[in-house]
């Protein structure tokens, strides 16, 4: 059983001993372990049920850490670092021969980033190593936002550090640096727009193409209870009372008397931070469905719509469940 834990520095010696402590970031709680111990590493994919394809962001707390896990010389390193960290940027970058193989999946690049978590970035401190961290749910499900969706996953966790509903919600956003400039791998809420203020995009690549993010899949956050975009069941005959609907600016189609503003005055960030916690929720309530209305694609909107699409992938054939018949 998972043990909560409120002392940090009994945390970090747990990270020391190789054993995994979930802890909360500003984005979602990490599943972490000492990054350098590819036996402790190891278990978090053991855990998680992850795919050895599917490698994990490894969580620094100072620029010097950096420099040690990447032998990357690319001037626009230390310029996104010092705009964006600490926060939810991570920079795919050429890796060092101290990551092990294990973190990066084989890979000759290793995620980074500097949480802006008072509690993640004195458990790396403390800890004295780099943390690698994936997002501590079962692989392919929702993100955990609070201690309680972890312990929910993942009850077999050595330890959780409970630090409350993360500020941020959704996980970060993951660029992949060359001397051309950024390539977006997976939206957050720092957009691409925010990044281009200091460095170009790479327009050598069109976006899809060349080497994805490859935990990227269609299929992810997958909710237990069908979860529908409303683009995606136009024209279809839903029966209403049996489903919830997620409204963003628009009323719900005729039927639905279970309606839920996620972010009401429509303000993007809130709908982020609350997106998951919510869904969490919506798991245990007497519901058959969710159906969300699509968001603007545009700022964060993005990032949303992009964990909506996944999270309604495998759910999509399911509908005709749910439609008068
Ligand atoms: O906000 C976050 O990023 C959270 C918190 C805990 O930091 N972490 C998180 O980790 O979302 P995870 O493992 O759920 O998603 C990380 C994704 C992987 O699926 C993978 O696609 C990508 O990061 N990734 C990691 N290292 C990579 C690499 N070397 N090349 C390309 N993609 C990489
Ligand atoms: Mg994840």
Same mark, same amino acid.
């Given at each position: 059983?998972?043990?909560?834990l409120k002392d940090?520095?009994l945390?970090a010696?747990?990270i020391r001993?190789g054993k995994?402590?979930a802890f909360?970031?500003?984005?979602?709680?990490?599943? %972490?372990?000492?990054? !350098?111990? *590819?036996i402790?590493?190891? &278990?978090?994919?053991?855990?998680?049920?992850? #795919?050895?394809?599917?490698?994990?962001?490894v969580?620094?707390s100072?620029?010097?850490?950096?420099y040690?896990?990447?032998?990357?010389?690319n001037?626009?390193?230390s310029?996104?670092a010092?705009?964006?960290?600490p926060?939810p940027?991570?920079?795919?970058?050429?890796k060092?021969?101290?990551v092990?193989?294990?973190?990066?999946?084989?890979?000759?690049t290793v995620?980074?980033?500097?949480?802006?978590?008072?509690?993640?970035?004195q458990?790396?401190?403390?800890?004295?190593?780099?943390?690698?961290a994936?997002?501590?749910?079962k692989?392919?499900?929702?993100?955990?936002?609070?201690?309680?969706?972890?312990?929910?996953?993942?009850?077999?966790?050595d330890?959780?550090?409970d630090?409350?509903?993360?500020?941020?919600?959704?996980?970060?956003?993951?660029?992949?640096?060359?001397?051309? %400039?950024?390539r977006? !791998?997976? *939206?957050?809420?720092?957009t &691409?727009?925010d990044?281009?203020r200091?460095? #170009?995009y790479?327009?050598?690549?069109?976006e899809g193409?060349?080497?994805?993010?490859?935990?990227?899949?269609?299929?992810h956050?997958?909710?237990?209870?069908?979860?529908?975009?409303?683009s995606?069941v136009?024209?279809?005959?839903?029966q209403?009372q049996?489903?919830?609907?997620?409204?963003f600016r628009?009323?719900?189609?005729?039927?639905?008397?279970?309606?839920l503003?996620?972010?009401?005055?429509?303000?993007?960030?809130?709908?982020?931070?609350?997106?998951f916690?919510v869904?969490?929720?919506?798991?245990?309530?007497?519901?058959d469905?969710?159906l969300?209305e699509?968001?603007?694609?545009?700022?964060?909107?993005?990032?949303i719509?992009?964990?909506?699409?996944k999270a309604?992938?495998?759910?999509k054939?399911?509908?005709?469940r749910?439609?008068?018949?």
């Amino acid at each position: 059983m998972a043990e909560i834990l409120k002392d940090i520095n009994l945390a970090a010696r747990a990270i020391r001993e190789g054993k995994l402590v979930a802890f909360p970031t500003e984005t979602v709680y990490g599943l %972490g372990a000492d990054a !350098l111990n *590819p036996i402790a590493v190891a &278990r978090i994919f053991e855990l998680k049920e992850r #795919p050895s394809f599917d490698p994990l962001i490894v969580h620094i707390s100072n620029l010097s850490a950096l420099y040690k896990l990447t032998d990357d010389p690319n001037p626009y390193i230390s310029i996104l670092a010092q705009k964006f960290w600490p926060g939810p940027l991570t920079m795919v970058l050429k890796k060092s021969k101290l990551v092990p193989d294990i973190v990066t999946s084989g890979l000759d690049t290793v995620g980074i980033r500097m949480p802006d978590s008072d509690i993640a970035l004195q458990l790396i401190k403390t800890s004295n190593c780099p943390i690698a961290a994936p997002s501590a749910n079962k692989f392919g499900k929702l993100s955990p936002t609070k201690a309680e969706h972890v312990i929910g996953h993942l009850s077999d966790v050595d330890y959780v550090i409970d630090g409350g509903q993360t500020t941020v919600g959704i996980e970060s956003t993951i660029i992949a640096l060359s001397e051309n %400039g950024f390539r977006l !791998l997976r *939206p957050g809420v720092i957009t &691409r727009g925010d990044i281009e203020r200091y460095v #170009p995009y790479d327009e050598t690549h069109e976006e899809g193409d060349g080497v994805a993010a490859p935990g990227m899949m269609d299929a992810h956050y997958s909710p237990e209870k069908p979860l529908f975009l409303l683009s995606d069941v136009e024209g279809l005959k839903l029966q209403a009372q049996r489903g919830i609907y997620i409204q963003f600016r628009n009323a719900p189609p005729p039927g639905f008397d279970k309606v839920l503003e996620m972010a009401p005055g429509g303000d993007l960030k809130k709908y982020a931070v609350r997106m998951f916690s919510v869904i969490h929720d919506l798991q245990l309530r007497n519901i058959d469905f969710i159906l969300v209305e699509d968001l603007p694609e545009e700022g964060v909107g993005i990032a949303i719509m992009d964990r909506l699409r996944k999270a309604s992938f495998n759910h999509k054939a399911s509908v005709s469940r749910f439609l008068h018949k």
